[in-house]
């Protein structure tokens, strides 16, 4: 199974554990972001010990957060977590209409295996006319043919208040949505 894939269903997994802890902070954007993404128990860090990485969950060079092997830490500077590798970068959004374009740009810009973007469409007609605006961008990058072939790109969208998640990963010909496990 590749990355995407393995990330998909890790993240369906720990976020359906803990799914009354994230109800309990889901209309308080400030508390969701941090159970989702910066705190030392949040759901990113249960993902990153399931996929066998570390992670980095304070913002790496304005990235939500970042996945690295231990080898990829400068060994000069190992508490600094100056990187050579990354291996996964993750952004959140709550604000499905805030611009995810610009996560999409940001993410295009970071050389890694795979690149997440999560956040949470109003609707399903909204989520299908967002997905095809994304496509349209990543499209555009000279990394598109690498980012198809590899399945490096990962759009995970939460819906009806977090009770179904569907993923979809960057194809060239359109976004393709992971089969669900009953998530």
Known sequence: MDLAKKFYFAWCDKVNSRKK?????????????????????????????????????????????????????????PEAYYLTDLRIAFEHENDFASGLFQEVCHLLQVNCDLKVLVTYPPNETDELSELEYLHKIVRKSRKESALSENNS???????????????????SAGWEQIANNSS
Not at 153 to 165: N, S, Y
């Open 21 to 77: 802890e994230l109800e309990n902070t889901w209309r308080n954007s400030k508390t969701y972001t941090k159970t989702i993404i910066h705190s030392d128990n949040s759901i990113l860090m249960d993902v990153s010990e399931t996929l066998g990485f570390k992670c980095y969950n304070a913002d790496y060079y304005f990235i939500d957060a970042v996945f690295f092997k231990p080898e990829d830490l400068v060994p000069e500077y």
């Open 153 to 171: 790109f990962l759009i995970i969208m939460g819906h009806d208040e977090l009770e179904k998640w569907k993923g979809w990963i960057y194809k």
